[in-house]
């Protein structure tokens, strides 16, 4: 089966910045790209006033005629805008050399329709919000906190601004065998190849920690990587949005399991707070 990097888009601003991502991550990895794109039909809205107490049969049953008839113009309206986003998705990768895109269009919920999808999928691109909340300001699309917790592959969260080619890339490891997995990953993908990998563990500074961030580095410099560790002490967010910022990082790769302080960045309120405030993409593992 073709593995896919896959890129959700919608309607949000946050749609151009995906494509540009996905299409990197495509060349990157030497993998086909495909833009999906989900028809909701029926998203979530203000339950309607009941209002057939006042209306006779007649004038009711007209109404119901009406309101199908509007339902089925919407969902065709609907169908034709995504085959637009999917076709200047398709061009704009093209314009940046990628030229044989695939698209396809699904309806159903974005989580559904990406679960669907799931085992052609080799990397998932998608925006830190969808067009339903891309004017509400510091708020995380619910859709992609459904989505961090039920997919079981990569996934890279791209927040909204120009695209800009990764030089640096950080790394949140806390020693784990699950972070250790995820350093393995790193080391035998090709996405992050000659970039600078900074691997950053939130803790305290003892011979333990020494010992396992030191074996993090030496895997990533042994598969031709650029490492560096470091040890830093706080909460792990605030930490880590530091680190980033001090040092021009470009991209956060975050394992979506782990233990101890890391392991709360994705576990209940902690993994909406750090992607809330994420100004660069993030990468979580599976």
Request: negative net charge; charged residues 25%; contains cysteine.
């Amino acid at each position: 089966m073709t593995e896919y990097v896959t890129a959700a888009i919608d309607g949000s601003s946050f749609s151009q910045s995906v494509c540009d991502y996905a299409t990197w991550a495509s060349q990157a990895l030497g993998a086909p790209l495909m833009f999906l794109h989900a028809v909701d039909n029926h998203p979530p809205v203000v339950e309607d006033a009941d209002l057939s107490g006042s209306l006779q049969l007649g004038a009711r049953e007209t109404l119901m005629e009406e309101l199908a008839e509007l339902d089925e113009k919407r969902a065709k309206l609907n169908r034709e805008q995504g085959q637009l986003m999917l076709e200047a998705a398709q061009t704009r990768a093209a314009e940046r050399g990628t030229p044989e895109a695939k698209t396809r269009q699904r309806n159903g919920t974005l989580v559904e329709t990406l679960a669907d999808h799931e085992d052609e999928t080799r990397l998932l691109v998608l925006g830190k919000r969808g067009e339903s909340a891309d004017q509400a300001s510091g708020h995380l699309g619910s859709s992609l906190e459904r989505v961090v917790r039920e997919l079981r592959r990569p996934i890279l969260m791209v927040p909204r601004g120009g695209f800009s080619a990764p030089r640096k890339v950080m790394i949140a490891f806390d020693g784990s065998k699950t972070a250790r997995k995820g350093v393995e990953m790193l080391a035998k993908s090709p996405l992050f190849k000659g970039l600078a990998c900074h691997v950053v563990t939130v803790s305290a500074d003892t011979a333990e920690h020494r010992m396992a961030l030191a074996w993090a580095v030496n895997l990533l410099q042994d598969a031709g990587l650029g490492a560096e560790g470091a040890i830093r002490a706080g909460d792990a967010e605030a930490t880590l949005h530091a680190y980033e910022s001090e040092h021009d990082i470009d991209i956060t790769v975050m394992g979506a399991y782990g233990h101890s302080r890391i392991r709360q960045l994705l576990v209940g309120s902690t993994t909406t707070s750090m992607l809330r405030n994420a100004h660069i993409p993030v990468l979580i593992l599976r």
